[in-house]
């Protein structure tokens, strides 16, 4: 029987087809041929991740970035509102002192009066002096502050200072029997309680 030579490509692309021992059977047609190497990953340069950061990190060091400058401004503007409120309290504080003090000249301006009248007559110096404790009295109580020298009324740990106990038949217990020092004010705008002596109980 005759044997026919085989054609060299129809060797490589018949499966079925007897490779002699030790031959290269070659790249097979049903396999995918590996990819060569890329240049970059070859010679070692960088990959790709080395263009830089990711956009999502450029947003968060951004939207850091102006938050810190808020809250810097935010303190800025806090510290200086404080400096303004200090200097227009310290303004009005002035403004009243100036106010109150004022309110005192015509009292000054009466106690020296009297004064220049000391070696006359003492009965207008003493009614003269009484007239400038009268609108001292006054301007006190425009001020928020009235006199309290009331006797007769029961006794009151708010607006009176017990300095002395007596025995007193006219007076009931309890009662104030005389205003040693008058208190000035009412309440949380009290100056000073009145000094008094009470009657005793019995």
Same mark, same amino acid.
């Given at each position: 029987?005759?044997?026919?030579?085989?054609?060299?490509?129809?060797?490589?692309?018949?499966?079925?087809?007897?490779?002699?021992?030790?031959?290269?059977?070659?790249?097979?047609g049903d396999l995918?041929?590996?990819?060569p190497p890329r240049?970059?990953?070859?010679?070692?340069?960088?990959?790709?991740?080395?263009?830089?950061?990711?956009?999502?990190?450029?947003?968060?060091?951004?939207?850091?970035?102006?938050?810190?400058?808020?809250?810097?401004?935010?303190?800025?503007?806090?510290?200086?509102?404080?400096?303004?409120?200090?200097?227009?309290?310290?303004?009005?504080?002035?403004?009243?002192?100036?106010?109150?003090?004022?309110?005192?000249?015509?009292?000054?301006?009466?106690?020296?009066?009297?004064? /220049?009248?000391?070696?006359?007559?003492?009965?207008?110096?003493?009614? &003269?002096? #009484?007239?400038? !404790?009268?609108? *001292? @009295?006054? %301007?006190?109580?425009?001020?928020?502050?009235?006199?309290?020298?009331?006797?007769?009324?029961?006794?009151?740990?708010?607006?009176?200072?017990?300095?002395?106990?007596?025995?007193?038949?006219?007076?009931?217990?309890? /009662?104030?029997?005389?205003?040693?020092?008058?208190?000035?004010?009412? &309440?949380? #705008?009290?100056? !000073?309680?009145? *000094? @008094?002596? %009470?009657?005793?109980?019995?």
């Amino acid at each position: 029987m005759p044997i026919h030579p085989q054609e060299p490509g129809r060797a490589a692309s018949d499966p079925g087809a007897q490779v002699p021992q030790g031959a290269d059977p070659g790249p097979r047609g049903d396999l995918p041929r590996p990819e060569p190497p890329r240049p970059d990953a070859a010679d070692g340069g960088p990959g790709p991740d080395a263009a830089g950061p990711a956009p999502a990190e450029d947003a968060y060091t951004t939207a850091i970035q102006e938050l810190e400058d808020r809250w810097r401004r935010a303190l800025a503007d806090l510290d200086n509102l404080r400096k303004r409120h200090a200097r227009e309290l310290e303004r009005e504080r002035a403004v009243e002192r100036s106010r109150t003090a004022a309110a005192f000249l015509p009292v000054l301006d009466n106690l020296e009066l009297a004064l /220049t009248h000391a070696g006359a007559d003492p009965g207008p110096i003493v009614a &003269g002096v #009484r007239a400038v !404790r009268d609108q *001292a @009295v006054n %301007v006190l109580e425009l001020l928020g502050y009235p006199r309290h020298a009331e006797t007769g009324v029961p006794f009151d740990p708010a607006r009176h200072e017990v300095v002395g106990v007596v025995q007193d038949p006219d007076a009931a217990p309890g /009662t104030v029997v005389e205003v040693l020092r008058p208190g000035y004010g009412d &309440g949380e #705008r009290q100056l !000073r309680p009145a *000094a @008094v002596t %009470v009657a005793k109980r019995e």
